[in-house]
């Protein structure tokens, strides 16, 4: 998964790579159940 789906608190988000991120957002979506995403 890319670190760049989840920005840090303030932050803006940085797309290096957009190919690794649509995926990861893809990966996201598809967690059944899921409503909120917690970071550190």
């Known amino acids: 998964m890319c670190g760049d789906v989840v ?3 303030g932050a803006l988000p ?3 790579d957009i190919r690794q991120t649509l995926e ?7 967690v059944k159940g899921g409503e909120v995403l917690l970071s550190q």
């Not at 990861?24 to 598809?30: C, E, F, I, Q, V």
């Open 7 to 9: 920005p840090g608190p």
């Open 14 to 16: 940085i797309y290096e």
């Open 24 to 30: 990861s957002l893809d990966k996201l979506r598809a």
